[in-house]
């Protein structure tokens, strides 16, 4: 059967991230959160993947992993203030 999984990554070094950068400001990504104070590599991103992928995950059905060093946990726990991420007026 189909699995419809998603990987949802945070800040991760890629050479793709000085786009990011850029567009953004090195301001915005200098004062992201970062609960586990760095940015994932493209191998930790590459094994949630995986691991979503492989035979031992096939009940892991229509289900969003969320690999960002604890970001999102932060968010819901009220760890993280949210106004952080937004531009200044």
Known sequence: GIRLNSLNPGPTDTPMMP?????????????????????????????CLVMLNSPRSSYVVATSVF???GFTGGL??????????????
């Open 67 to 69: 690999a960002d060093g």
């Open 76 to 89: 819901f726990t009220g760890g993280i203030d949210p106004t952080v991420l937004m531009p200044p007026e």
């Open 19 to 47: 786009a990011f950068i850029e567009s953004q400001g090195q301001e915005f990504f200098d004062n992201f959160p970062k609960p586990i104070g760095r940015n994932s590599t493209a191998e930790e991103q590459a094994w």
